[in-house]
T-cell receptor, first 114, second 111 residues
Framework: DTAVSQTPKYLVTQMGNDKSIKCEQN?????MYWYKQDSKKFLKIMFS???????INETVPNRFSPKSPDKAHLNLHINSLELGDSAVYFC?????????????FGPGTRLLVL | GDSVTQMEGPVTLSEEAFLTINCTYTATGYPSLFWYVQYPGEGLQLLLK???ADDKGSNKGFEATYRKETTSFHLEKGSVQVSDSAVYFCALSAPNYQLIWGAGTKLIIKP
């Protein structure tokens, strides 16, 4: 069973389009994250939700909007896609409390904006 | 603020060579420290962690020791294999359930 899954794995789209990426975790974790990884492999936190509440909202264009319908899901919607949005987007989850800071990552969504 | 500095890559080694990837950190408090590995085309996965000073994390032949006095968490392996080729990330735990990430070090192992 996949612990953290993302769909789609690949996304090729035109500038100006709107797209969504979905993430689901079956680990029973209470915290979920979205990261952006650029072509140099640098990892940047975008958002984090704990028990469906937004707790990290880094400096990200407001074209990016996360939504957490329940603790197991965190989706990312992107409006008016731009060339610079091309990257790999990773979802991750973790369980708070004690020494439980380990984050578990999904396989990534490779977004290419043309 | 808290930060993690890793040695720049790529690091290129021959099979069976000894590996060290340096990681130093700046933090207030006593964070946990992590090494994650990202194989080509995949997501990141935890390689090892240490939660307090002098702890040693180990997994798959890799080791790292939490050194508070030198604020370091260097990754080592005695004999690398081609299959160890990947990008390695050092990270530390921070408030708000965050991890603070290093820039990643690409490791290339040649047969």
């Amino acid at each position: 069973d996949t612990a953290v899954s993302q769909t789609p794995k690949y996304l090729v789209t035109q500038m100006g389009n709107d797209k969504s990426i979905k993430c689901e975790q079956n680990l029973g974790h209470d915290t979920m994250y979205w990261y952006k990884q650029d072509s140099k492999k640098f990892l940047k936190i975008m958002f984090s939700y704990n028990n469906k509440e937004l707790i990290i909202n880094e400096t990200v264009p407001n074209r990016f909007s996360p939504k957490s319908p329940d603790k197991a899901h965190l989706n990312l919607h992107i409006n008016s896609l731009e060339l610079g949005d091309s990257a790999v987007y990773f979802c991750a989850s973790s369980q708070t409390g004690g020494n439980q800071e380990t984050q578990y990552f999904g396989p990534g969504t490779r977004l290419l904006v043309l | 603020g808290d930060s993690v500095t890793q040695m720049e890559g790529p690091v290129t080694l021959s099979e069976e060579a000894f590996l060290t990837i340096n990681c130093t950190y700046t933090a207030t408090g006593y964070p946990s420290l992590f090494w994650y590995v990202q194989y080509p085309g995949e997501g990141l996965q935890l390689l090892l962690k240490a939660t307090k000073a002098d702890d040693k994390g180990s997994n798959k032949g890799f080791e790292a020791t939490y050194r508070k006095e030198t604020t370091s968490f260097h990754l080592e392996k005695g004999s690398v294999q081609v299959s160890d080729s990947a990008v390695y990330f050092c990270a530390l735990s921070a408030p708000n359930y965050q991890l603070i990430w290093g820039a990643g070090t690409k490791l290339i192992i040649k047969p």
